[in-house]
C-alpha cells in the first residue's frame, strides 16, 4: 500500500494566520492527490483534487500544490470555519490510502 | 442538487453480515463511480471499495476477502456487505461519489457497533 503522511499532526493558529499542512507518499502518485476537511460528526467535505484543482464552491483561500511525493495544502488567510481535521488522499493505486489528518486547532 | 442517503443495521454481533445501502438523488448515477469509506473511532479515514454503474468492482486488499459491493441502477443504490465482522470493524461508515478526481458528495454516515 502507498502511505500517506501528513505533517504536522496538529497545528495551532490564529484567524487570518497563513497555514500549510504537508502530505508525503511513500510512492509515486502522480497528481491523484486529493485533500479533504473534515468537522466533527460530519462527512469529510472535498477541498482539493488532482493536486491543485479546486471544486466548486470551495474558498479560494484554499490551495493545493506539489507532483510528488510532497504535496501541499495551504490555507491563505485562516477562518473561524477553518478549524477542522485535514486529510489528503492518494487514488493512483488500490488501496486509495489517506494520511492520518492534521488537526487545526484555534490558538 | 445531489445527495446519498444510507441506511442500515447499526449494531451487530460478532460473525454476523455488516449490510449497508445508499440511495443516490440527483445526478447520473451512470456517470460516476460510487465508493465506500469507513472511519473507526477517534482514527482516520480508510478506503472499502469502489463500484461503477456496470458493476465494475475494486476493493481494499486488507478486506477483500469479506466485502461485496453491488449496485442496483434501476433505483440508483448501491450497497456493502461486509461478512464475518467483528469488533475491529466498529466504524462510521461512509457512501460517496466519485473515484480518482476526489470525492465530491457523502452520504450522512452510519456508525456501526459490533458488540457481543
Known amino acids: 500500500d502507498i502511505q500517506m503522511t501528513q505533517s504536522p499532526s496538529s497545528l495551532s493558529a490564529s484567524v487570518g494566520d497563513r497555514v500549510t499542512i504537508t502530505c508525503r507518499a511513500s510512492h509515486i502518485v502522480r497528481t491523484y492527490l486529493n485533500w479533504y476537511q473534515q468537522k466533527p460528526g460530519k462527512a469529510p467535505k472535498l477541498l482539493i483534487y488532482a493536486a491543485s484543482s479546486l471544486p466548486s464552491g470551495v474558498p479560494s483561500r484554499f490551495s493545493g500544490s506539489g507532483s510528488g511525493p510532497d504535496f501541499t495544502l495551504t490555507i491563505s488567510s485562516l477562518q473561524p470555519e477553518d478549524f477542522a481535521t485535514y486529510y489528503c488522499?492518494?487514488?493512483?493505486?488500490?488501496?486509495?490510502?489517506f494520511g492520518q489528518g492534521t488537526r487545526v486547532e484555534i490558538k | 442538487q445531489v445527495q446519498l442517503q444510507q441506511w442500515g443495521a447499526g449494531l451487530l454481533k460478532p460473525s454476523e453480515t455488516l449490510s449497508l445501502t445508499c440511495t443516490v438523488y440527483?445526478?447520473?448515477?451512470?456517470?460516476?463511480?460510487w465508493t465506500w469509506i469507513r472511519q473507526s473511532p477517534g482514527k482516520g479515514l480508510e478506503w472499502i471499495g469502489e463500484?461503477?454503474?456496470?458493476?465494475?468492482?475494486e476493493y481494499n486488499p486488507s478486506l477483500k476477502s469479506r466485502v461485496t459491493i453491488s449496485v442496483d441502477t434501476s433505483k440508483n443504490e448501491f450497497s456493502l456487505k461486509l461478512r464475518s465482522v467483528t469488533a475491529a470493524d466498529t466504524a462510521v461508515y461512509y457512501c460517496a461519489r466519485g473515484r480518482q478526481s476526489g470525492l465530491g458528495y457523502w452520504g450522512q454516515g452510519t456508525l456501526v457497533t459490533v458488540s457481543s
Open positions: 488522499q492518494q487514488t493512483y493505486e488500490i488501496p486509495r490510502t
Open positions: 440527483g445526478g447520473s448515477f451512470s456517470d460516476y463511480y
Open positions: 463500484i461503477n454503474h456496470s458493476g465494475s468492482t
